[in-house]
Structures are given as C-alpha cells and as structure tokens.
C-alpha cells in the first residue's frame, strides 16, 4: 500500500513544525532530522521540550514560572508551579484590529463577521459585567447556548476574570443540561431564545426558563434574543430578571485580566454521560494553552489570516479546540445548524465560500456523502483548503481515499484521536509526514502513547490498550466533586498504575502509524480473539446496501457468546438472504471467518452520544438483561426511542 498523500518539500520547509525543530535544534545543539526524531526527543526530554514550546510561543508570565516539569508522578503532575497568566491575554496579543476574528453562518444563510478590536470590546465589557455582579476568580458561568459568536465572547469574558467556564448546546433537554451544568453551582447563566437546525427553529424560551428554575443559586440570567429567519417579530423573552446580550456593552470598557495559576480552572467540560453521571472534567488556563498552541499551529499548522472550521458545537470538546483557533491568529468559523441541510454539501459549500484553510468534519459525514455520490471538488472552488481534520470515530479507509479522489489529491487528510479527558488529540497528522489511509500518520508531540497487552507490556503490529506513559499539561486537573481524586484515579488510572489507560483499541504499525480499533470497554471476543467494532464498521458500511452498522459482544448467563450485528438499510434495500450474504462474504472475505456476526438484523437505526459515539457498551448491557432506565441516560443520546427496540431484541 502507497501513502495517498506526500507532502511537497515547500511544504516541509514552511510547515510551523519545521521551524519549531529548528528552534530546538539550535537551542539544545541537536540534530533532528525528521518528525520522528522531533517526536522522540519531546518524549525523552519533557522538562526541555515544554520549556521550548513555552518560549517559541512566548508565553507571557507575570511571574518566574519555575521549571516545566516539577514534578512528573501520574497522577498529580505539577507543571510551572511559578506561573501566573491567563490564556486570553494570548487570543489578543498583538491581531490586527480589522481583520476578521470569528465568521458565523446559519442555516438560512445569515453571515456576520466579528473583527479583532469587536471581538476583544466585546469580552471587556461582558468581563466588566461579571466583575460588576461579584463575579471572580472560580466562580462558575455556564451557557446553554448553540455554536454562536456570542459564546466565544462569553467563554473569553469568564477566562478573563478568572472564573469558570462550562458550556452545552441547545439540542439537550432540560434533565440533561442540569445533569451537567447543575452541579457547578453556577452564579451566571449566558443563554439564547432558540436555535435552526435541519430547516426547522427550535424555540428555547420555555427550556431556558426550567433551566434557570433548577439552578437555585443562579444570581444572573444573559439572553441572547434569537428568532426564527423567516419570523422576523422579536421572540417572546422569558419572564424575570435578565440581562439582554446587547446590554452588556452599552459602554466601552478597558480588557482587563486576572492572572491565575497555571493549573486554576479555565473551564469544565463532560463526558456523554451515557452510562451514568457525566464527568466534569476541569482543565486549567495553562495545561490548556500549552497543548493548543502546540497542537493548532504544529501539528494542524495554522497560522495567523488561516480560516479554520470545525463542525461542532459547544457540547462537544472540538467546541473548544475550535475556539482555541484563535490563539494562533486564524479567523474561526463557526456554523449553526445541521452539516447536511440543504443539501449533503453544505460543508464543503462553507469551506469554499469562505476560503477555509482547515475543515473539521466527522468520519459519519464523510461516509453520508460519499453514499450520497457527492463530489465536492467538481461544485465548489476549495483551492484554499490545504487540510481536512477528521474526529469521532474511527475513519476508514474507504473515507480516506474517498477525501482524496472527491475533495483534492493535494488536500491533507488528518485523521486524529484523542479526547474530552485531555481536550486534544494523543495521536494526528502532521504537515512533514506521510498520510496512509485509513491509518493515524503520528504521535503528536509530547505525548508518549504507547500499546499495551493485558499484562502492560508494550506490543507492536496488533491490538493493545491505548496508554500515555508520561505526563501531558492538558490532563484534568481534577473532576468536579471528587475531591479526594479517587473518581479520577480510577478512570485512567487503575489498570496499569501509573500510567493512563484511555480505553481505546490501537495497533501499532511496523511504519509507526496507528489504526483505532474502537472502545476497548466494548471489544469482540470470538474464541478468544480480540478485534475492534470499527474493524467491521469499516467493511459492512462500505457496503452501498448499508447506511450504518452496530456490532456488539454479548457475553450469555450459560457461557456462551452472541454477535449481532445491526444494520440501517439504504432506502429501498431490504434485508433478504442475499443481502444478508454480501454482508457475510464482504467480512469473511476482508476480515477473517471469526468476524462473521452470528446473526444480522435490520434496525430502525443506531443511537449516538451527543459528539457522535455509537451506543455500544449501554447497549450491550440492555442484551444481556439490564434494565434500560439504569444504564442509559435518554436526555443524553441522540434517538432515545430507539433505546425500546433494541431492548425488544434479547
């Protein structure tokens, strides 16, 4: 197999992480003649190479930060114990005050662009409204609000005093919304009347006004009012004391910013929640704009007057690796609605009118249109498109070549996995290496990823445990009420001691590549082979007759094991014997004859986390006999009807 994309030596030469190696070079006298040895070297020396992405970036400190690594223990990591600064002192620093900062675009085709000097008037004064309601350093505000420009401005404003920032979107009913940002406790609440998606405006003045009945300590309610487009009236407002957004800046106000310790809280973001109670997930101001420098201008390679566009929204972590764009200098776009509404292309048509650099998408849409026969290279002008992020889940291989042959040869494919846990990815792409398809082209730097059999000995070319065997700036400081730690140690913590278990299948290649394999609290057992549900995903949903597939692992009272496997039918297929054969052939033929599911069944469809997870591990629980009301949380998954079906097939 050829890789399908190489980069052209002007590219190597000019890439941000050529220039960084560079750097590193000159400083420590070393010679690193590829990503490889960069690599090695940010995790053999990890004291000298955060040290040198502190001050490449230039981070600003208002004090003597110490040194990078005080102390490297698993958990508890201290990083620059000296340091005292704010991340939004970095968004601003040195933007040209007229170029664009956030583009947003909804489905109706409404487009507002947000300048520099707009976007930072903007976070000065709703930071200037905090303060004036005695809002301060860890004090909690939350939003309930859709992918806005309004949100960036209140998620900077929080940073900016110093308090916490947590956040999800509309699309989540009122129990879960309360699950998650219930518990933090909140003194403020930055929320909007309504939201577009799929053609239809969501009216959200009834949800917003339950919201705030249930967060009893909520001193301040700011309303962005929002109506549909083709309902031009105001919305109707909730009752009560509020603020309406606007209100905020009826003065001008200087962007002041309080300086707090490395690891004190920028913000809390959960897990799906799936399973039980969501995590809250704290991340700190420095751990955070470490790994997103690093991250966005390394290994995505953005650089200040880059369009940047993930499809996202603020319940999901990509939310705030969106955000973080602006930490480079790029101009973030964000969008309002659904990725295939009008028409299948609707994110490449943005790609191309706005002349997107990069283009975040997911592995479901790459997948939705390619079934759809899009060809978005022969539409739509993507001349300015040098990469397309892809997150979620696993991309195939099908999806890869499907981006070179119908998005652009020359356009990156950078497939990357990582998490909510550490808010940024273990394993990417880099702009100096190979991509092969369906594989992960790096491990990104700082991070020592490794794979691990069941007894934590490394292995190659075949399945493990996905782990990090040293510290990362981004991991949790903590989780929210778990004060003794011991929720957090437990998660990552208490297979291998000392090293983080994340609880992702991963291989190894003998070229240093990576494939993921899936959820390894999800994995398939047949006669005590191990294998990945995206091994078969990528085979079966290749197939034109299939839409969507879930396989699942069933361990039975009597010893024995059962293998599903359900599939969403393309529209006017159905599922007769021949179908049913293809299916079979296509895994046998491309997998192995252990792969082959015991039985195939047409489903409705498939239930999805918020950030687009399949529902296997609850799922799995329903089959073997669990009551659906104690291992599912409705409000926290996507099509929560279907939840009845799949409990009718036991």
Request: with cysteine.
């Amino acid at each position: 197999m050829q890789p399908q994309w190489v980069p052209e030596p002007s590219v190597v030469e000019h890439a941000n992480v050529t220039r960084f190696a560079r750097f590193v070079e000159r400083r420590h006298g070393l010679n690193l003649p590829d990503y490889r040895a960069l690599w090695q070297w940010s995790v053999d020396a990890p004291n000298q190479f955060w040290k040198a992405v502190w001050d490449s970036f230039e981070i600003l400190s208002h004090t003597d930060p110490g040194p990078a690594l005080a102390d490297s223990a698993m958990p508890g990591a201290v990083w620059f114990p000296g340091a005292r600064l704010n991340i939004v002192e970095h968004v601003f620093r040195d933007r040209p005050p007229r170029d664009p900062a956030v583009v947003y675009l909804d489905e109706a085709g409404r487009r507002t662009e947000m300048s520099w000097s707009e976007l930072r008037r903007q976070t000065a004064s709703f930071a200037a409204t905090l303060r004036a309601h005695g809002v301060g350093p860890g004090d909690r505000v939350v939003g309930y609000l859709p992918n806005i420009p309004e949100a960036v401005v209140a998620l900077l404003g929080t940073a900016a005093v110093g308090a916490v920032w947590a956040a999800c979107g509309q699309d989540y009913a009122v129990p879960a919304a309360l699950d998650r940002l219930g518990r933090l406790e909140p003194r403020v609440l930055v929320t909007t009347t309504g939201y577009g998606y799929a053609g239809k405006w969501h009216d959200r003045t009834d949800e917003m006004n339950l919201l705030r009945d249930g967060l009893p300590g909520l001193e301040l309610t700011v309303v962005v009012p929002r109506g549909s487009p083709d309902e031009p009236p105001e919305p109707a407002m909730p009752p009560g004391s509020l603020l309406i957004w606007e209100d905020t800046f009826t003065t001008d106000h200087p962007l002041e910013t309080v300086a707090v310790p490395f690891d004190h809280p920028l913000w809390v973001v959960f897990s799906s929640g799936t399973t039980g109670p969501p995590k809250g997930i704290v991340h700190g101001h420095g751990g955070v704009l470490l790994e997103h420098l690093k991250a966005l201008s390394l290994h995505l390679d953005l650089r200040p007057g880059d369009r940047y566009f993930w499809y996202t929204s603020p319940s999901w972590m990509m939310w705030n690796f969106l955000v973080s764009g602006l930490l480079v200098g790029a101009t973030v776009v964000c969008y309002d609605g659904a990725p295939s509404h009008p028409e299948i292309d609707r994110l490449w048509r943005i790609a191309a009118d706005e002349r997107v650099t990069v283009l975040g998408t997911s592995p479901a849409y790459i997948a939705a249109c390619g079934k759809a026969g899009a060809v978005p290279r022969d539409g739509h002008d993507l001349s300015a498109l040098r990469s397309v992020g892809v997150t979620g889940s696993t991309l195939p291989v099908t999806g890869s070549l499907w981006l070179s042959e119908n998005v652009g040869a020359d356009v990156q494919v950078m497939s990357i996995s990582g998490g909510t846990d550490v808010v940024t990815a273990f394993v990417g792409a880099v702009p100096t290496v190979p991509v092969w398809p369906g594989e992960i082209s790096v491990p990104c730097l700082g991070v020592a990823v490794d794979a691990y059999d069941e007894h934590g000995r490394p292995v190659r070319g075949r399945v493990g445990e996905l782990v990090v065997t040293a510290p990362m700036p981004s991991m949790p400081v903590s989780f929210w009420d778990d004060p003794d730690g011991s929720r957090y140690r437990d998660s990552y913590f208490s297979v291998y001691p000392g090293v983080w278990r994340h609880g992702d299948w991963i291989t190894v290649t003998d070229r240093g590549t990576f494939v993921m394999h899936g959820r390894s609290d999800s994995t398939l057992n047949r006669q005590g082979v191990r294998m990945g549900s995206a091994d078969i995903y990528q085979v079966v949903e290749s197939l034109p007759e299939v839409t969507e597939a879930l396989v699942l692992g069933i361990e039975q009272p009597d010893g024995s094991y059962r293998m599903p496997l359900f599939v969403v039918l393309a529209e006017g297929t159905e599922l007769d014997d021949s179908v049913a054969e293809r299916i079979r052939s296509a895994i046998r033929a491309q997998l192995s004859p252990r792969h082959v599911p015991d039985e195939i069944v047409a489903a409705p469809g498939v239930p999805h986390t918020r950030t687009g997870k399949k529902l296997e591990v609850p799922l799995k629980r329903i089959l073997q006999g669990a009551d659906p009301a104690g291992v599912v949380d409705r409000a926290a998954i996507d099509a929560p009807d279907l939840i009845e079906w799949y409990h009718d097939q036991r």
